[in-house]
């Protein structure tokens, strides 16, 4: 079989095209994944609804669940929490039973 150049050298301007194309979207990805992190602050929601009241959030019965993880990330244990809270006007007060 004969190859003719014309073909390889085609070949090879769309390997040399699509390289630099895929990594400069692979890096404007990243630079707007990086720039989304830090968008948002605290004060940005100052004065808005719905306000987060952790006295009446934890008032009454939660339960919640967890897990433990070595330092390689491998989950060594797993565990569940039964939590009573209580709010006596100034003191939040938290029961939870592991």
Same mark, same amino acid.
């Given at each position: 079989?004969? #190859?003719?150049? +014309?073909? $390889?050298? @085609? +070949?090879?301007?769309?390997?040399? !095209?699509?390289?630099?194309?895929? &990594?400069? &979207?692979?890096?404007? +990805? !990243? #630079? ?6 830090? /968008? ?5 929601? /100052? ?14 019965? +939660?339960? /919640?669940?967890?897990?433990? @993880?070595?330092?390689?990330?491998? &989950?060594?244990?797993?565990?569940? $929490?039964? !939590? ?9 007060? &938290? $029961?939870?039973?592991?």
């Amino acid at each position: 079989m004969i #190859v003719r150049p +014309a073909i $390889v050298r @085609q +070949a090879v301007v769309r390997r040399a !095209i699509v390289r630099p194309a895929i &990594l400069g &979207l692979a890096l404007i +990805a !990243i #630079v707007f994944g990086i720039s989304g992190c830090n /968008a948002m602050k605290p004060e940005d929601f /100052a004065g808005r609804e719905p306000t987060l009241l952790i006295e009446d959030y934890f008032a009454g019965r +939660a339960k /919640a669940w967890g897990i433990f @993880q070595d330092r390689f990330g491998q &989950l060594r244990r797993q565990f569940e $929490v039964d !939590i009573e809270g209580t709010w006596d006007g100034t003191t939040l007060t &938290l $029961v939870e039973d592991f």
